[in-house]
């Protein structure tokens, strides 16, 4: 029987497992779960610095108060323990497939759509935003995330009354919509 080993994740079944999720039985704000939802009424400033103050502790896996690659390998070794069922450190594809199966499940009930598929990652596996954000070191303190969020908030706030609407949000969301299409179409042209 051919067996998976930490290594060979890695290398082959991490991006299945990222995609997919890998979030298996763990509850929303649980370090390495599944991301915090978005809001999609009203949020004041005060709301929006506690969901990224939460947003950082949860991703925060080593807890040493910054973002890093650390944290990404911690992450991945727990989601590797919660597979690996008999701890030998070794998948063997039943406990693989067991996991994937549980994995897709517990994201059709958050949403009921399932794995996103070709999520771009920025530097040291974490977010595009987290790329723009780390500092010359490769990480991010929970200062400097912290600023980023209220510094997106101010942005979606047009009409800086502290508090960002549906509308706000809906404008802003075709904003980035269009920037996308036109980046797009830009590479498209110059291929």
Known sequence: MRKITPYLLGAVGAATLVTAGAVV???AGAPGGPR???????ETRAEALERATKAFARM???E???LNDKDREAREAKRFGMIDTNGDG????????????KMRGKM???DGKGPKMGHKRGPGGHGPMMGKMA???GQVTQAEFTAAALERFDKIDTNGDGTVSAEERKVQKQAMKAKFKERRN????AQ
């Not at 915090?36 to 009203?42: D, I, K, S």
Request: aromatic letters at 2%; hydrophobic letters at 30%; glycine letters at 16%.
């Open 25 to 27: 039985a763990q509850p």
């Open 90 to 101: 070794v998948l063997s594809r039943e406990e693989f497939s067991a996991g994937h199966g």
């Open 64 to 66: 040493d108060g910054v």
């Open 135 to 137: 500092n010359g070191g």
């Open 108 to 110: 059709m009930q958050r």
């Open 186 to 189: 830009a590479k498209k042209a």
């Open 36 to 42: 915090m939802e978005r809001p999609t009424g009203p």
């Open 60 to 62: 925060d896996a080593n």
